[in-house]
């Protein structure tokens, strides 16, 4: 509203130049004194007002520009916060993907120990299976042998042997 009665009061003194008299043969012109010096007391009543008002305006600027500046100082920091609490992250997948490729290749290492263990034992556990059936044959061979001596060696004395039939018909 100030800034409305400052252009009225130079609109008032522009109508005052206008209807002022003009010097012949000069681009001088003559105007009322006292309402020209009403117009300037006006206006230097209004212009405080306005630079007041300015200064406000201004003040209000700065006010809300540092405002703005924390603002953005505070997400930066927040933004800083998230890349750094990200990166902390991202390091410590990396580490657990690097301990867990360890973790894997040592387990992949222990089974391997551990098959060629178990083979190695199903392996000498076989061959002692085939020695002692071996030996086991043998004796089998040998307890046969001596039972078909045994055999020879009655049917030989001429010893009769029992029929087994003959039971079978006395009754």
């Known amino acids: 509203m100030i800034a409305i009665d400052i252009l009225y009061l130079v609109d008032r003194l522009e109508a005052l130049l206008v209807k002022g ?8 012109a003559m105007i009322d004194e006292d309402e020209f010096l009403d117009i300037i007391d006006q206006m230097r009543i209004a212009i405080p007002e306005e630079i007041k008002q300015s200064k406000k305006i201004v003040a209000e600027r700065d006010r809300v520009l540092a405002q703005a500046q924390e603002e ?3 997400i930066t920091v927040m933004a800083q916060e ?15 993907e690097s301990r867990a490729a360890e973790i894997e290749a040592e387990a992949k290492s222990s089974a391997l120990q551990i098959r060629q263990g178990a083979d190695a034992y199903a392996t000498q556990a076989l061959s002692e ?3 002692r059936l071996e ?5 089998v061979v040998a307890l046969q042998t001596q039972v078909h001596n045994g055999l020879n060696f009655i049917t030989d004395q001429g010893a009769p042997m029992d029929n087994p039939n003959q039971d079978q018909n006395i009754s």
């Open 129 to 131: 299976l085939e020695s």
């Open 82 to 96: 998230d890349a750094a609490r990200l990166t902390n992250a991202h390091a410590v997948a990396k580490a657990a």
């Open 21 to 28: 008299w003009r010097v012949p043969m000069t681009s001088k």
């Open 72 to 74: 953005a100082q505070r």
């Open 135 to 139: 030996q086991l044959s043998q004796q």
